[in-house]
Each structure stands twice: as structure tokens, then as C-alpha cells.
């Protein structure tokens, strides 16, 4: 279902970008950039019946409005963040090993953005992510050792997934103020079928992964404080 989703939605925001374009083309096209900071409130959806823990981490990345119509806009966040999950494999962690999985992403959303008033001004976010997937260890704490996984190879280069939210802009001076929080649901099994060493006590285990066996999708609730700069102009020539 995701493959058939994938196209759909994508030509749905060329067709819209393209509008915008149009629009700008005929008149002056006034954006916003800005940058922005915040965590990220990261876990996954998996078919493995451990305890799952939030993994909190920073996130961070530019921002970009581009306006369509009166109220509606399509804003574009290129960030880095970190997703993941703590895994228990038991209820006391003085007995059982712990694991920690962490995954660096570098990420875009395509949000349309729906405001509601002109000064002090709360918004609407819904819209998609493109997610390019860096780097991912497995930290496994072991009673009375640790050890690191390099799973990198076993995770998926390149993810689609769905987000909506909603935030509030404050004009202070010169600048507009702005946060937002945002629901994210990633659509793509991030498995895939391989193997990895695991070094414990220099011992290298061999630890298989499969794909339909050990899916897993993630997922994350964005809270961002950030500046942009409005009224940046372009003109047509």
C-alpha cells in the first residue's frame, strides 16, 4: 500500500509547488527562511513484544515557507535529528540485557501550513517526510558489560512517512517567533535482511535480521522553537 501512496502524494505536491510557482511568476513572491531547534521524541512500531522506551534526542535544520493562496502555505524543514527506541528484554535490568537502538537521519518535511489569524498567528501542519537514513548502532548493556552493534547495513537507506501538527508564529521586530509540535509515522520498514557481529567479551556473535520477521517502522512527536525572516522577496524577471 505504501508503494501506491508514494506517487500519489508526490505528484500532489509538484502540482501544488508548481501552482505556487505560477502565482509567483505573475507577481512578487514574498517567503520565509529561518532556522530551528528542538527535540525529538523518538520510538517504533515493531512486531517484537519488548518494552519499548521513548529516545530523546536534539533535532535541528533550516526552514522555508512558500506561500500558495490567502492562509495556506507549503513549508519545507531540512533537519538532522535522531530516531530509535530503547528495547528491555526483561523487568529488571540488573538481570536482563538492555538494548538502545539509535539511528541518525537526515530528513525533509513537505508540510502544507493552514493559518488562522494575521499577528499573533496559530497554524495547521499535515503533510509528508523524506527521511535519508545515515547511520544506526545497537548500544546492548549487559549485566556487568556493554557492547556496541553496528546495524547500519541491516537498516534501510531511504524512508517515506506521513506528519500533521500544529504550531503558533509570534511577530517580535523584525523576526517571526514560532513553535510547533508534530506527530510523525513512518511508513517504511526500515529492516532489512542481513547479518551483523556482535563483540561480547571478544567473542564475536553473528546476529541475523529478516526483513518480514523483524519489521519495524518508525515513529516521533517533534516539538521546534525557532526564528524565521518574513518578507523575503523575489522578484520575477
Do not use: W
Amino acid at each position: 500500500m505504501n508503494k501506491n501512496i508514494f506517487p500519489i502524494i508526490t505528484i500532489l505536491v509538484l502540482f501544488t509547488l508548481s501552482i505556487s510557482a505560477q502565482n509567483n511568476a505573475q507577481t512578487r513572491s514574498k517567503i520565509r527562511i529561518g532556522v530551528l531547534g528542538g527535540i525529538n521524541l523518538a520510538d517504533i512500531k515493531s512486531s517484537s513484544k519488548q518494552d519499548k522506551k521513548t529516545n530523546i534526542s536534539p533535532a535541528f535544520g533550516l526552514t522555508a515557507e512558500f506561500p500558495i493562496i490567502h492562509n495556506l502555505s507549503v513549508k519545507v524543514k531540512p533537519m538532522y535529528l535522531k530516531k530509535g527506541t530503547k528495547l528491555m528484554e526483561g523487568e529488571d535490568p540488573m538481570e536482563e540485557p538492555e538494548a538502545h537502538l539509535k539511528s541518525s537521519y537526515l530528513e525533509l518535511p513537505v508540510l502544507f501550513k493552514y493559518s488562522f489569524l494575521e499577528e499573533i498567528t496559530p497554524y495547521l501542519l499535515t503533510g509528508m517526510t523524506f527521511g535519508y537514513h545515515a547511520n544506526t548502532k545497537l548500544d546492548v548493556n549487559f549485566p556487568g558489560l556493554e557492547t556496541t552493534v553496528d546495524m547500519t547495513d541491516v537498516t534501510e537507506n531511504f524512508e517515506f512517512g506521513v506528519s500533521f501538527g500544529g504550531g503558533l508564529e509570534v511577530p517580535i521586530n523584525s523576526i517571526n517567533l514560532f513553535i510547533d509540535c508534530r506527530y510523525n509515522i513512518g511508513l517504511t520498514n526500515m529492516q532489512k535482511t542481513g547479518t551483523v557481529i556482535m563483540d561480547v567479551g571478544g567473542i564475536d556473535i553473528p546476529i541475523s535480521f529478516d526483513k518480514k520477521e523483524n519489521e519495524y517502522e518508525n515513529r516521533g512527536f517533534q516539538i521546534s522553537l525557532g526564528i524565521t525572516i518574513p518578507n523575503c522577496k523575489i522578484r520575477s524577471n
